[in-house]
């Protein structure tokens, strides 16, 4: 794990990063602390922007997209950051009962108050936005787009039950006007995929889909498609790996190993996407040509 093994590939133990056809490793970025919680609890890639930011504990860091150097660091809350996004010109950040939403272009700010407990994860999609609280509830914020000045989500959010304990990760996939889907990820070691309508209350049409377990819990989720335009999910369990699976089978192709638990996964373009991990570390990744699931 160290890369100092000097048995070549007569060594028992694993070597590889990885494990599947369809997906390689660009780089490592490491911020040598020393002091504090490292874990990696966010990963965002603002639209147009040369610097790649991941959250820890109370601190953001900046990576340069050019050099893979630290560019800077910033205290942001005393509080302990859950999870962290961006989409377009939003970035949201995952505190103890509620979510800090900020609009940069248009300089705007809002406080989310949601169910008691930590965010342990976001999304957002649709002018929408999905909070997974420690409880197991789902929080959701419809949002309408003011185009002058002041964006703004509706309060108080309605709530999406179903998971046994903490929810650890969602991720939301949209098809136009059609469908849209939700997949939750759970400390009860569950992969609930929904499905609903796009209509007035999106919360009275739900029904479930697929169910993929494992032996061990569910941490994070990440999703994109690849180059023939075919559906990819990302899950990292407790067992210190990342599945990549097949949609909407959840067929496994892929594996990724990492030294801790990976607890932060986020998509970015031309076939990027990143995991950050307990260690600190921030792993890039990049998908192939084709991806194959020879591997699973």
Known sequence: MSGNCGRGESCQFLHSWCRGDGFSM??????????GDKSISGIGFPAGSDKLYSATSGVVCAWDCHT???????????????????????????????????????????????????????????????????????????????????????????????????????????????????????????????FWGCTEDDSDDISLLYIHGEES????????????????????????SVGLYELPTLKEFGRIYSQKEVRAIRSGPE????????SGVVSVWKLLAEVTSSGA
């Not at 957002?124 to 703004?152: H, R």
């Not at 309060?155 to 903490?166: D, E, F, I, K, V």
């Not at 076939?271 to 307990?278: E, I, R």
């Open 271 to 278: 076939g990027l996407f990143f995991t950050g991990d307990a």
């Open 217 to 240: 819990a569910a941490l994070a989720l990440g999703g994109m498609n690849d180059s023939a335009g075919k559906p990819i999910l990302f899950c990292s369990w407790s067992n210190c």
């Open 68 to 194: 893979g150097l630290l560019a800077g660091t910033a205290n942001v809350s005393d509080h302990r950051i859950g999870c962290l996004i961006s989409d377009e010109d939003w970035v949201f950040v995952g505190f103890p009962s509620g979510v800090k939403a900020w609009n940069f272009k248009l300089g705007v700010y809002h406080d989310l108050t949601g169910p008691s407990g930590q965010v342990n994860a976001l999304e957002f999609g649709l002018e929408t936005l999905y909070a997974g609280f420690e409880d197991g509830t789902i929080s959701v914020w419809k949002g309408f787009t003011d185009q002058q000045a002041n964006p703004q989500f509706q309060q108080p959010a309605t709530y999406l039950r179903g998971h046994g304990s903490a929810v650890t990760c969602l991720r939301a996939t949209i098809n136009g006007e059609l469908y849209r889907r939700l997949y939750s990820c759970s400390v009860d070691g569950t992969i609930k995929v929904k």
């Open 26 to 35: 660009l780089a490592r970025l490491i911020e040598e602390r020393h002091d």
